[in-house]
């Protein structure tokens, strides 16, 4: 193997990362919905409070839960996510 063939692309050491920030996004959300909606909505119906229409379970589950993951996902990608090139190295060099 040549020495070009041994090293470590940098993209990759950045995918990786940026991957595992995206998995840790998805488990945080499935925690919250989880906790929201079998936490409170494991009582009976008639004991639910309502949020602007919504059984609370279902407004911060999936409602406020989205809005959430919306703000994290967006601080996520610009201040850890990182703009690289996805061309070749070799093409870059010729």
């Known amino acids: 193997m040549t020495k070009q063939r ?3 692309d940098a993209r990759f050491k950045v995918a990786n990362r940026e991957a595992l920030i995206g998995v840790g996004l998805v488990i945080f959300n499935f925690i919250w919905w989880f906790g929201f909606a079998y936490g409170l ?3 009976d119906p008639e004991d639910y409070s ?3 229409g919504f059984p609370a379970w279902f407004f911060y589950s999936c409602i406020l839960g989205f809005i959430v ?6 601080i ?6 990182k703009d ?3 061309d070749d190295e070799e093409e ?3």
């Open 50 to 52: 309502y949020i602007l």
């Open 92 to 94: 870059n060099q010729s």
């Open 76 to 81: 996520a990608v610009k201040f850890f996510f």
């Open 41 to 43: 909505g494991g009582k």
């Open 6 to 8: 041994q090293k470590i």
């Open 84 to 86: 690289i090139p996805l």
């Open 69 to 74: 993951m919306v703000i994290l996902t967006v």
